[in-house]
């Protein structure tokens, strides 16, 4: 068989990494990168980048925490790195707190970002509402500086991107070997997924460069994270709103329950608000599927679904992702050398 022709269909940091990915373990391989948009107007553009692990009910934690340890060795190595500034990954400290003790103190992922220790007394004196607080270090990605990166970094590995918009994934069969779907919300038209939705997040991204710990509120709905230039306020969850409209109501919101948790971002500067629509779902989708048409066969992975977790768990979702592929190159070849016989 020829070097197989790789479609990835999808430009935000699960597409662009899962296609790094496949390039990577499969250098003979041929990809492309078919998106309808690039960075900056993906989902993956609005999000904080936090590595702070969205828990998905429908996966085993066993493999949630082993794809949260992937993503967090390989960018904690960029961060170690020369390109750290220009891929937007940094280090950063801070607090997690609780207006009551949580069940589990202990969270799954609590062995592998830096530091984790409850918080003293002292420290948690900054905090007279929460009675309960975790202090760690964890990694950040400024996002539209990590996907740029991203990009280049596809570039130079020799993967082709092409903005298309893909209306049925059965329309690639003539031009490619293997479709990797990494469409995130574009998913629920795209294969028809009725288990997902979108949930809507806005957060305001504010000027406040003496902000330097971040501090999350552990219903995980207010949060403040710093990151190289500026600082991320969240946040909202709205499930099944569509809606990309900042809404100012929310935005007024938003910024109170920040100040009360830091008190000095009432000096925040030039204030934006961005939204974006959450690829949620019980599970991720990272799986196999055949596609298959009047005995024409396309071989199809899946790789959306993130929810409110993309960029805490991306490459170790591209790494299976791309072990996927692997597979599906090997069924290829199997069947072509039979047909050869
Ligand atoms: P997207 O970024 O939406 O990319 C999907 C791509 O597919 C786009 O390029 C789109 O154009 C393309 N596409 C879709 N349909 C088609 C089609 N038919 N044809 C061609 N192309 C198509 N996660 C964290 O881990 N930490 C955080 O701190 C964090 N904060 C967040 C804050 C907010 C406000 C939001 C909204 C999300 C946050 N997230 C966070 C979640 C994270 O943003 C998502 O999980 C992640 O961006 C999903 O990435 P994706 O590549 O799957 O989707």
């Known amino acids: 068989m020829a070097a197989p022709k790789v479609a990835v269909v999808g430009a935000g940091v699960v597409g662009l990494s899962t296609a790094l990915c496949i390039a990577e373990t499969c250098p003979s391989c041929s990809v492309t990168v078919l998106s309808d948009q690039f960075s900056p107007n993906t989902t993956s553009d609005?999000?904080?980048?936090m590595l702070i692990p969205h828990t998905y009910p429908g996966t085993p934690i066993h493999v949630q925490k082993q794809w949260f340890k992937e993503t967090f060795t390989y960018l904690f190595a960029i961060s170690n790195s020369a390109e750290a500034s220009e891929a937007g990954i940094h280090l950063v400290s801070g607090w997690q707190v609780f207006k009551n003790t949580p069940k589990e103190e202990l969270p799954f992922w609590s062995d592998v970002v830096l530091g984790f220790?409850?918080?003293s007394e002292a420290e948690l004196q900054k905090f007279p509402q929460h009675q309960f607080g975790q202090a760690?270090?964890?990694l950040?990605?400024?996002?539209?500086p990590y996907l740029l990166w991203?990009?280049?970094?596809l570039?130079?590995?020799g993967i082709q991107i092409s903005i298309r918009k893909v209306a049925d994934l059965w329309e690639l069969h003539s031009e490619y070997n293997i479709v990797v779907n990494c469409a995130g919300i574009g998913a629920q038209q795209l294969v028809g997924d009725e288990k997902l939705f979108p949930v809507r997040g806005q957060v305001l991204k504010v000027h406040a460069p003496w902000v330097k710990n971040f501090i999350r509120d552990g219903d995980g709905l207010t949060y403040i994270y710093p990151g190289i230039h500026r600082v991320t306020l969240g946040g909202t969850r709205e499930k099944e709103n569509w809606s990309l409209s900042p809404d100012p109501g929310t935005?007024?919101?938003i910024f109170d329950r920040c100040c009360s948790l830091e008190p000095s971002l009432r000096g925040a500067q030039d204030i934006k608000v961005k939204v974006g629509l959450r690829p949620s779902r019980q599970s991720v989708r990272l799986e196999r599927e055949v596609l298959s048409q009047g005995g024409?066969?396309?071989p199809v992975v899946h790789n959306y679904g993130h929810g409110a977790g993309g960029f805490s768990v991306h490459r170790g979702t591209a790494k299976e992702a791309a072990r996927l592929v692997g597979e599906c190159i090997a069924a290829l070849q199997g069947s072509s050398s039979r047909a050869r016989l």
């Open 46 to 49: 609005v999000a904080a980048g």
């Open 117 to 119: 220790r409850s918080m």
């Open 136 to 138: 760690f270090t964890t």
């Open 140 to 144: 950040k990605c400024d996002c539209p």
């Open 150 to 153: 991203l990009e280049k970094r």
């Open 155 to 157: 570039k130079a590995t």
């Open 251 to 253: 935005t007024k919101d």
């Open 296 to 298: 024409v066969k396309l």
